[in-house]
C-alpha cells in the first residue's frame, strides 16, 4: 500500500517570504500522480498542484512550484511571495493509476498534512 | 455552476442510530468518493465508487455503507457499528480514475452526543 508522510506538523513564513513543506512518499508503482492540496479554515479543499510521475519537468502554478524527486520519493512545495491568504493546512496526496482489471482504482491517499501560518 | 453539494453541513446524533450524510455532484463524473478527516491524522478513505452501481471498501470501512444507484448521487451511512463517529466527512468525484484530480465539497461534521 503506497503512504505519504508529511514531517513538518507546522510551519511558519514571513509575509513576501518563502516557505518550502516536505512529502515523501512510498510505492512500488512507476505511473502515478502527485498533488498539493490545500485546507484553509473553511475546510473547502483546493487543489495547488499537480504533477505527473511521467514528467521530468516540475510543476509551476504562478507563485506555488514543486521539487519532484522521484527516484528519493520526494515531492516539495515551494510557495515564494507568501501572501496571508496562503495560511492553511496543506497536504501533500498521491493517486494510484488505474489499471484495468486492476485493484488500484485510482485511489487518492493522503499526508498528514502541514499547518502553515503566515506572519504581516 | 457546477460542483458537488455536501448535505448537511452539521449533523448530530444520538448514540445507536445511524445517519446519512448527502453527497450530490453535477459535474459529470464518473467517480465519486467518501473521505473522513480527524484532527492530526488527514483523509482516510471510506468508500470510493468508479461506476454507477458498483463500489469499493476504501482504507476505513467498517461501520460505514454507501450505495451509487445514480450517477450523479453517492450516499454514506453511518451506522451505530461505527465506534468513533464524531468527525468531518468529505465527499469528492473525479472524472475518472485517471490522472484527474479529486474535487471536494464542503465537507459535513458529524458529532455523536
Known amino acids: 500500500a503506497q503512504t505519504v508522510t508529511q514531517s513538518q506538523p507546522e510551519m511558519s513564513v514571513q509575509e513576501a517570504e518563502t516557505v518550502t513543506l516536505s512529502c515523501t512518499y512510498d510505492?512500488?508503482?512507476?505511473?502515478?500522480?502527485l498533488f498539493w492540496y490545500k485546507q484553509p479554515p473553511s475546510r473547502q479543499m483546493i487543489l495547488v498542484i499537480r504533477?505527473?510521475?511521467?514528467?521530468?519537468q516540475n510543476a509551476t502554478e504562478n507563485r506555488f512550484s514543486v521539487n519532484f524527486q522521484k527516484a528519493a520519493k520526494s515531492f516539495s512545495l515551494k510557495i515564494s511571495d507568501s501572501q496571508l491568504g496562503d495560511a492553511a493546512m496543506y497536504f501533500c496526496?498521491?493517486?494510484?493509476?488505474?489499471?484495468?482489471?486492476?485493484?488500484?482504482?485510482?485511489?487518492?491517499?493522503f499526508g498528514q498534512g502541514t499547518i502553515l501560518t503566515v506572519h504581516p | 455552476d457546477g460542483g458537488i453539494t455536501q448535505s448537511p453541513k452539521y449533523l448530530f446524533r444520538k448514540e445507536g442510530q445511524n445517519v446519512t450524510l448527502s453527497c450530490e455532484q453535477n459535474l459529470n463524473h464518473d467517480a465519486m468518493y467518501w473521505y473522513r478527516q480527524d484532527p492530526g491524522q488527514g483523509l482516510r478513505l471510506i468508500y470510493y465508487s468508479q461506476i454507477v452501481n458498483d463500489f469499493q471498501k476504501g482504507d476505513i470501512a467498517e461501520g460505514y455503507s454507501v450505495s451509487r444507484e445514480k450517477k450523479e448521487s453517492f450516499p454514506l451511512t453511518v451506522t451505530s457499528a461505527q465506534k468513533n463517529p464524531t468527525a468531518f466527512y468529505l465527499c469528492?468525484?473525479?472524472?475518472?480514475?485517471?490522472?484527474?484530480?479529486?474535487?471536494f465539497g464542503e465537507g459535513s461534521r458529524l458529532t455523536v452526543l
Open positions: 510505492t512500488s508503482e512507476s505511473d502515478y500522480y
Open positions: 469528492a468525484s473525479s472524472q475518472g480514475a485517471g490522472a484527474g484530480e479529486l474535487f
Open positions: 504533477q505527473e510521475a511521467y514528467k521530468q
Open positions: 496526496a498521491y493517486r494510484s493509476p488505474y489499471y484495468a482489471g486492476g485493484t488500484s482504482y485510482g485511489k487518492l491517499t
